[in-house]
């Protein structure tokens, strides 16, 4: 039945996709076309983005921060069963969490950037993950996970509010496709890599603990490297930093 209502959604958003008024088509122009060369424009964002101060580190960073998010995510589902002994219905209300969290972080995040500032904002972001996970992977309780799944999506919110609208305004407009492919390559190129990792690290844990403590272990390992993370970005994308590139672009 989910897949049911799930197929049913994207049907719904085809007939208003397909409600829209308006002509989009590209404009035609008189002047021949130049045969498009993937790589070379592939190349062409590349060389952009990694002679960029402020984007290379920040989408190396966004990797990091995937990748460590999908180690834990990868678990996620058998940590409910097993950890917090979830039912079907409790397992669907932890999936809210993310839904409310996003939603609020819609509406406040962009004044709590401008209250707090980019630098400080971003900085938040990154050490939340860490401290979340660390209070995940201590509790039994589905309500506590809850909470701080709310969080963690509303922080998250908080830096693509910070990071997209950076993006758009210091990548060149002939750029921005080009730049945001190789970009968004690093932010989800390592989240198949972390899936591996954490499902990897239960599967080895399982065989020298118990089985709870293997479920905890990918929570309780990207603390750590969640923490190592902060102490090495956060420095790297100050308030500073970001209005400087802002500016330049």
């Not at 039945?1 to 049907?11: G, Q, R």
């Not at 008189?30 to 070379?40: G, H, V, Y």
């Not at 969290?101 to 971003?122: D, E, M």
């Not at 309780?141 to 998250?156: I, K, N, P």
Request: glycine residues 10%; positive net charge.
């Amino acid at each position: 039945m989910p897949f049911f209502f799930d197929a049913v959604s994207f049907f719904i958003a085809v007939a208003l996709i397909a409600s829209l008024a308006g002509s989009f088509r590209p404009i035609q122009s008189d002047a021949p076309r130049e045969k498009i060369n993937f790589r070379a424009e592939i190349r062409e964002g590349y060389d952009w983005l990694w002679a960029h101060p402020l984007l290379r580190p920040m989408a190396i960073i966004l990797g990091c921060m995937n990748g460590l998010g999908t180690m834990v995510g990868a678990v996620y589902i058998l940590f409910a069963q097993e950890v917090l002994h979830t039912t079907v219905f409790i397992f669907a209300i932890l999936g809210t969490a993310g839904a409310i969290g996003g939603t609020i972080g819609g509406f406040f995040a962009p004044k709590v950037s401008a209250k707090l500032g980019s630098g400080p904002s971003l900085a938040l972001a990154l050490a939340a993950a860490p401290i979340g996970n660390l209070i995940i992977g201590l509790t039994s309780s589905w309500q506590v996970v809850w909470v701080v799944t709310a969080f963690e999506t509303f922080v998250a919110i908080l830096w693509n509010t910070i990071t997209v609208s950076l993006r758009q305004s210091i990548i060149p407009p002939a750029l921005l496709g080009r730049v945001n492919s190789v970009y968004r390559f690093f932010a989800w190129g390592s989240i198949p890599i972390g899936m591996f990792v954490g499902g990897g690290l239960v599967t080895v844990m399982t065989h020298v603990v118990s089985r709870e403590s293997a479920l905890r272990a990918p929570y309780l390992i990207s603390v750590v490297l969640g923490l190592l993370l902060w102490a090495l970005a956060a420095p790297r994308l100050t308030t500073a930093k970001i209005e400087k590139a802002r500016q330049q672009g």
